[in-house]
């Protein structure tokens, strides 16, 4: 949609089934990016259902696309896995959702029908998994086509705040699932989360869902160590000079729990270095290199160690938490654009440090994409 | 007790509890074993039993010990934490078990009143966990202490097998507690065994506990692997060529337990490349050095990967099984000799490929050791 | 089809897909059944398939509305919940089966996307359960219409036993997750399994899974104790006179695991008579009254008392055991039929005790259904 | 202790230990009960300790014995299982606890060393379970013989709050292991807790443990009720109509966990009528008749219903959530006595309703003890 049509709102009122084109945030190759026109999409199995997006956020991982990180990513792509929006028709084989029907939309696709699927691995769905802003186009966009729509779609609840919701899409299903569940963090325990961004923080807010006694924050940024004290967190430690996680929690007896949620070398070899005998790593970052894993030390220790891609198959526990206000999602939001701005959007996000960004909040307006 | 005491037996019965010494199998620093004469042990603790040994065995984990692996161990250790014997005294605070009493050794020490011991980490005690031949004087003798003996024996069942019983000691425990049962073997399951040495075939034996549809193990030698077979296992792969697990193992889906009974790098990569998506991955072997974990490939398959040191907690099933006949471990034994030719089982037992040795019995005759 | 029909095989063999009716077992009120003639089911919603049926066999459950004891049931509806066939014919919305699949039926309708079956509760999935031969027309027919197929039907493995596979519709998984799993059998166990009918026996089949040490078989009937002996059971009581079970077995400490197999109030009292302290009583049972609890006694017992309408959630990991050969349910067949002769077929299954009669197998032949 | 004995204090203070006799409150058959001199106790077996009380508090369980429902209790018995103390003396087998450690009695002994004590199930040790107060004389007086210290006491944390702590000997495990853990309370759940005394109150509290999103008290008494609200209760229905829970609750879909905090057959018809498919019930409940279990209508409603004597096994866990803060028992008392006063305490608490007394703390003042 271009400014020339903006120019010419009753016609495209009048109209708006009929334009075949929306305005979508598209890949062009590492550190390209641009906020054009495509095509809209259109139903292309029984299975699929087309959503019109009313709010979208960013995600790290669409950084990482954007660096060029995973190269499997094409240029052409519009990014973005996350959202909520309006149903704006589906396929022969949809039978959960109706036109109109207001929905949160899984990073996760899901067919609900494969052997992974119905063991709750919705992650490596074998016709889904996280595909949307990556295998095939996002919801960074005015419209996306949602394939296995009855799997990969959420009624919104009438009353809920889209901005908590949209937290849903992935932040906190990831924080839960990844870090929380396979921590198998239980009451009284002691917790350590390395890594203090969005999903960090998802960890921090969904951890206190089972009461443990201590959660124990590690960053290097003091700022972000600052909203995970307001968030819940009881102990800070900042692991700039490489060793005050270390000595700090290894001169007790160790955490129960270490959640890894960077993704680099540095913050798993923390993990190891302060997990109990006895205790749980639950890997949530992505890696891009391996690690060296201290078995020598810990083949007697009685420990875990986990990783997972997000199933999103809590989502539904997940929201009715959220409807009781036992867990507030929207603490999470930073920063607010109309998606029509989304490049400066991404230019905050992609600062985060600096613009002290955690979630960004993007929302089209009624009149752009009607 | 040299070749001179032996030629005055008479002496020796007559007076058999005023002696004050015994044999021993005792380590006097790398590549350095004796048969030697030793104080018979006495109680030191109020919770101590002392147990004449009648069956022992050899472990892998001595041969590590006596190659100096664990410079820890001091000259003059007497070795071994495997046995069956009769209790000969017991200090004032044990309740459970009374002079005259038949029982099984466990190889871990558990005082049952720490927190460790609470939660059923007898491994982690804190008076306790594996100390026997290592850390304390062990069982390879015709006397043994054993501290916290309420927690550390169990009572013999009558009319049954010690050979099989002996099994109890570590082994079993030893693969179905780290291996199975960390793996998670389910019903229909396809499990892979890296190493099919006595731990191995233990797993190999446990594992059939829980019906997995499929059991493939794998190792260099093709005379272990023939043993295998007979003791259950479905699929046999040689691996000598360093890929051939890999190769057949991955063009399918991979395996939901692969289960690491060695402890070197080469092995457990196996395990990493082979375990399939929402899998698990079961580390058993005692490793020297890190290991390279592939989280650049690992972050999002949804995998498990564990290890401990056996807590001896499921002893008590383990008997229940035995004792049902469901498990037959005397199958593991291929050599016996009485405990006065212990030198010579170490030989057979340090050749093992060679030899074709798994389990060597120890037998203490009743003239020796009353 | 009336033998009128049968006299121009030509006609129809020529054009098989015109003809309208096929033949069915059909209930006509208590007491009254009939095989008459029908009209071929049809695909009516997008996801349903029609299957043609090439093996049935009668359940209990089936005497149960012939005698009238579920009134919900109308007169002209075709029974059957169990079955293997051909699909002839699939809706729009059916992705994972095609014309020509050879199927496994389900005795529950599953649609996979509403909040039970995400939660592997497809006995209470809210467009199915159990609704075959109950609801809806079923299975003891030429053709029945499967509703929700992608969720209800199963690939019957290339090469396997169709008469060991039809086991699967109900009797196995019913036996496996209400009585087995509910019960968590272990190995070392002592489980009761109270009633030796079909379904007892396939209690007894499962529970071998997991190794139990004992497996106590109870019943009135000494063929059927003689048939679970061969089965697997270890130990038989013919619990005729009332209190034979409660004698032999409370003397002792108890059962871990008591599976109540019958569904009345006298033999859910045997298993909350012989539980031991921290045991489970699995229902399994269809109950028509209350029974009498005596929490007087068993409020500090430590135990748990379960029901369940099979979810059917465990098919895929029973496939793979019976594919593994480890469970072989073709030993519960005592009695064969053509599906033309399934008036014999429900005299000699109505009279089980006389006729030594477990599981009765009926089969389509070609020339009938082609 | 007499009166005359208080006029003479420092005659007591400089013999402290020479006096034979403590004060302690005596169950006399039914109806009977008096504050009286008893001999000290004293150090019977090795596994002994002897507390001398700082703290206890009056259980509903104590008012049962007092009525005569508990016939086993003799005429002579002193009643309490409830304490907070100081260790005087141990026997030669007690390795944990040392003279002068304050302590926490926990209302269960165990051995720790029995096959139950290994299942974790300490309520049925073989040597103690729920002995105090009731088989063995009790923790209402100043002293308190308690056999088989290491399992039966807490080292109690410096600078708690004694009136938070004595919770721990039974009302917090008691609720949160029968009632939360047995119920399978999970976040997102909505919970029914049947009976707002200070048991029900005790399941409250420790519920939200785990962030169910409602929970709904049901009572007769609105005063009760009240506290529940302000304990974080979010429903409140006073059931005295004998419909009101079940109209409510049953219109809905039923409730996930539904929780029996009384011990008679209305309150657990309640939750039967309450409960989900897919739901538990978790009984708590002492009950004194057998109720009517429902499985004509439960055998496919895929529950569970447990029962269970606290095991305490949580205890260690939830010193570690009092001490975090997150969890503030002090909150369940409402009146506090003198132990000399005792008498009127039981009076109070006899008459709870009117009072509106939930735990009535009971001190000793040093004068006394000393």
Not at 30 to 47: F, L, M, T, V
Not at 273 to 285: D, L, Q
Request: some cysteine; aromatic content about 4%; proline content about 5%.
């Amino acid at each position: 949609m271009t400014i020339a049509e903006l120019e010419l709102p009753t016609t495209t009122a009048a109209t708006p089934s009929t334009s075949t084109t929306m305005k979508a945030l598209v890949y062009h190759g590492p550190g390209e990016r641009a906020w054009e026109e495509k095509p809209r999409p259109a139903i292309q199995e029984p299975s699929d259902a087309i959503v019109r997006i009313t709010t979208s956020t960013i995600c790290g991982t669409d950084l990482h696309i954007l660096k060029g990180d995973l190269p499997v990513v094409p240029d052409g792509r519009i990014l973005g896995h996350e959202g909520i929006g309006i149903v704006e028709e589906v396929g022969a084989g949809v039978s959960e959702f109706h036109v109109g029907d207001k929905v949160i939309i899984s990073c996760v696709t899901a067919c609900l029908k494969c052997d992974f699927c119905k063991r709750g691995m919705y992650s490596h769905c074998r016709k889904g998994g996280w595909i949307l802003g990556y295998a095939i186009d996002g919801t960074q966009a005015e419209y996306v086509r949602i394939p296995q729509a009855d799997g990969s779609l959420y009624h919104f609840p009438a009353g809920a705040d889209e901005e908590a919701m949209v937290m849903l899409s992935d932040i906190l299903p990831t924080g839960f699932e990844c870090g929380v569940l396979n921590g198998q963090v239980k009451p009284g325990d002691t917790v350590a989360i390395v890594g203090a961004g969005p999903v960090g923080l998802a960890i921090l807010l969904t951890a206190q869902f089972y009461s443990p006694a201590a959660i124990i924050m590690i960053d290097l940024d003091d700022k972000r160590l600052a909203v995970a004290q307001q968030l819940g967190a009881t102990n800070l430690i900042n692991s700039g000079d490489g060793q005050a996680a270390q000595r700090e929690l290894t001169e007790g007896a160790g955490v129960d729990v270490a959640i890894e949620a960077v993704g680099i070398p540095a913050t798993f070899d923390i993990c190891q270095t302060i997990v109990a005998a006895g205790g749980h790593i639950a890997n949530v970052g992505v890696h891009g290199k391996p690690v060296e894993l201290h078995l020598e030390k810990l083949w007697d220790r009685n420990i875990s160690i986990t990783t997972r891609l997000v199933d999103t198959v809590t989502t539904p526990m997940l929201l009715k938490v959220v409807r009781s206000g036992k867990l507030q999602p929207s603490q999470l939001v930073t920063h607010r654009f109309a998606m029509n701005d989304i490049m400066k959007a991404y230019d905050t996000f992609g600062n985060a440090a600096k613009e002290g960004a955690l979630k960004v909040i993007l929302t089209n307006s009624d009149s752009l994409v009607r």
